[in-house]
C-alpha cells in the first residue's frame, strides 16, 4: 500500500506527464532495474590524521585566516 501523500505526489506528476499512475510506476521500476547495483557498504570509513605518507604542509594549521590568504595566493596570484 502506499503512503497517501506519495499517491497524490505520483498523481500530479502522471497527470502533468500525461500518462496513468501504473505506467509511472512501470516505469520508475524499469529504470531502478537498469541502473547498476549500488556497492553494498561494509561499514564506515577509516580517516587517518596522522602517519606516515602523504603530503606534509608546512602552514601553521592553527592560524585559518593565514591558510585561506595562502590558499587564496596559491590559486590567484599572477604566475611568474
Known sequence: MLDDNLLAKLKKCASGSG???SRLIE???QLLMQSPPRAKRTGGF????FGAGGHFSRRNIDRTSALLE???VDRFAPHR
Open 46 to 49: 577509516e580517516l587517518v590524521t
Open 70 to 72: 595562502s590558499d587564496d
Open 19 to 21: 500518462t496513468s499512475v
Open 27 to 29: 516505469q520508475v521500476v
